[in-house]
């Protein structure tokens, strides 16, 4: 939904091996045009894992592939890593969208889908790690994902997100839409929330996605509020209550909250943080299983 600017360069987050972020057209079904790029790494691990990496508005792939050191864990571990890249709506995903919220449905979340089949397809890939993650627009279409297709993502973490469902009904997911209840801290219960989730997929009983939300307690531009209706949808959807927070993880002046034992869920809180990016790759890849 929102972004801001980065100054990471492609090149330096490309490896000193061949490999390069890749564009790939006819990749499947994609009914609201957007863009896939693909970068694999020379050395590709048998049966590899895939991350969706998800840009924020304002931004593109290769300005996402440029705003995290993965690329350099991609060389060092043999995973594949998809740049999803929307050219609608000053560059924001469509979290708004009937369709991307409903399984199977339609709009950018099954475009991304569809890069994700062509991947596991062509590349041998392991159907059981495919992972999402994203900051802002990014982080809020991690959830939207996670939500519509959870038998395709094991995992996902959102950066700056809001809830699964939060912008439904309203006209666009731009900055500038005129409606912003979402941004602001919109407020349900835990079973509303999970509920939104549930009715994405009706009727679906198998397992859901492992979930991270991180969010800046300094940010005005999406409210920490959106990361607290997140952590209570997941943890409805997931069944695991809150049961503890620790101080200083992953680094000094953040908070971690951990909701059952802490392997399906858990929240990170910033101090001083406002609405930027905030990946800690180390973090994150352990997360995911991928260290």
């Known amino acids: 939904m929102f972004g801001r600017t980065f100054l990471g360069l ?10 390069s972020l890749q564009e790939v057209t006819n990749f499947g079904d994609n ?8 970068y694999v790494p020379d050395q590709l691990a048998a049966n590899p894992p895939v991350i969706v990496a998800l840009h924020p508005c304002g931004g593109n792939a290769q300005q996402w592939f440029g705003g995290t ?22 560059n924001c995903w469509d979290i708004q969208n009937p369709d991307t919220l ?6 950018d979340a099954l475009g991304v889908v569809s890069m994700v089949n062509y991947a596991l397809e062509t590349y041998s890939g392991d159907s059981s790690r495919v992972y999402a993650m994203g900051f802002s627009s990014g982080g809020m279409m991690t959830n939207q994902l996670a939500g519509s297709y959870p038998d395709v993502f094991e995992a996902g973490a959102a950066y700056s997100g809001v809830a699964f469902g939060c912008s439904a009904g309203a006209e666009s997911a731009t900055p500038g839409s005129a409606n912003q209840t979402c941004a602001q801290g919109l407020q349900h219960t835990e079973q509303e929330w999970g509920d939104f989730v549930r009715n994405a997929y009706p009727g679906y009983t198998g397992r859901r996605p492992r979930m991270q939300i991180f969010h800046g307690l300094e940010d005005t531009l999406v409210r920490p509020q959106c990361a607290e209706e997140a952590l209570k949808q997941w943890s409805n959807v997931l069944g695991v ?12 002046g953040w908070t971690q909250k951990i909701y059952g034992d802490g392997t399906q869920l858990q929240g990170f809180f910033g101090q001083g943080i406002g609405h930027q990016s905030t990946v800690n790759e180390q973090q994150l890849l352990e997360w995911f299983g991928l260290l």
């Open 31 to 38: 009914p609201s045009n957007i863009q896939m790029y693909i």
């Open 10 to 19: 492609a090149a330096t987050a490309a490896t000193c091996f061949g490999a």
């Open 69 to 90: 050191q993965l690329p350099s864990y991609a060389d060092s571990h043999g995973f594949i890593l998809i740049y999803p890249s929307t050219p609608h709506m000053s």
């Open 102 to 107: 409903t399984h199977g449905q339609g709009g």
């Open 241 to 252: 209550e809150f049961t503890q927070e620790v101080s200083g993880v992953p680094s000094a």
